[in-house]
Structures are given as structure tokens and as C-alpha cells.
């Protein structure tokens, strides 16, 4: 008899378009990381920085990773978005505040949400959370 266990739900996604600016990043600065924080002048707008180029706060929420680059997240804003399924998609254009690897590009990277599902929500990957300063 063989046993299935179920796979567990991712909470992020990336779209054909982001990746291939992920992996051209990726080239060009070498490791990367993002940064979603929940306000100010980059709004809710996900940041691509060098790996190490921005400090992750106590308590800021790692909910996956695009081309082995980690997608951190303001502690709040996944209080707020711990529910939702995030796709990491880019669009034309410099968003607010400028700060993103992508922006001398004319891109921004942008946020798509969806609601889990209640079988979704059973079966999420854990997070990791930084425990240190």
C-alpha cells in the first residue's frame, strides 16, 4: 500500500516576466533578496536588493524564495497578508521610492494577492522568522 502525502502549499509565485528580471538581477549583482515593508515611501511595493544589502528586522517573515533569493516581509504586513497567496509579477515603469535593483531598468516589482483557500491553508509551507537583530 503506498501512502500520498500531500504537498504542501507554496505562499509565493513568480511570473515568466519577473523570474527572467529576477535571473538578468541575479547576473549582473549576484545573490539577492526581497523586502516587502508595510508603508512609508516604498509603500506595499516588494523591494530587490544585493543579498545582505537590507537588515531584516526581529520578527520580519521569510514566506519563501524566487530564484533562491529569500522574500522577507514586514512583521505587520504578514499579520495583515498571512492569509494570502503572494505572485511576484513586473511591470513597466519606477515605483514609489526608487530603492529596487530593478528601477535604472524602468521596472518595478509588483504584488499579486489571492485568498488561500481553506484547503490551501491546511497544508502551507511554515515560514521562517528572524529571531535575531
Given at each position: 500500500?503506498?501512502i500520498l502525502k500531500s504537498k504542501?502549499?507554496?505562499?509565493?509565485?513568480?511570473?515568466?516576466?519577473?523570474?527572467?528580471?529576477?535571473?538578468?538581477?541575479?547576473?549582473?549583482?549576484?545573490?539577492?533578496?526581497?523586502?516587502?515593508?508595510?508603508?512609508?515611501?516604498?509603500?506595499?511595493?516588494?523591494?530587490?536588493?544585493?543579498?545582505?544589502?537590507?537588515?531584516?528586522?526581529?520578527?520580519?517573515?521569510?514566506?519563501?524564495?524566487?530564484?533562491?533569493?529569500?522574500?522577507?516581509?514586514?512583521?505587520?504586513?504578514?499579520?495583515?497578508?498571512?492569509?494570502?497567496?503572494?505572485?511576484?509579477?513586473?511591470?513597466?515603469?519606477?515605483?514609489?521610492?526608487?530603492?529596487?535593483?530593478?528601477?535604472?531598468?524602468?521596472?518595478?516589482?509588483?504584488?499579486?494577492?489571492?485568498?488561500?483557500?481553506?484547503?490551501?491553508?491546511?497544508?502551507?509551507e511554515p515560514v521562517k522568522y528572524?529571531?535575531?537583530?
Amino acid at each position: 500500500m503506498f501512502i500520498l502525502k500531500s504537498k504542501k502549499m507554496k505562499r509565493l509565485a513568480v511570473t515568466e516576466n519577473a523570474l527572467a528580471l529576477v535571473q538578468m538581477l541575479k547576473e549582473k549583482f549576484g545573490d539577492l533578496m526581497f523586502y516587502q515593508a508595510g508603508g512609508c515611501c516604498e509603500g506595499t511595493q516588494p523591494q530587490c536588493f544585493e543579498k545582505g544589502g537590507f537588515y531584516i528586522r526581529t520578527g520580519d517573515v521569510c514566506i519563501g524564495e524566487i530564484a533562491e533569493c529569500e522574500f522577507w516581509l514586514d512583521k505587520d504586513l504578514f499579520e495583515y497578508w498571512k492569509n494570502a497567496h503572494f505572485t511576484l509579477d513586473v511591470m513597466d515603469g519606477i515605483g514609489a521610492g526608487g530603492f529596487s535593483l530593478e528601477t535604472p531598468y524602468g521596472k518595478t516589482f509588483i504584488i499579486n494577492y489571492r485568498l488561500f483557500t481553506e484547503e490551501e491553508l491546511a497544508q502551507l509551507e511554515p515560514v521562517k522568522y528572524n529571531t535575531y537583530d
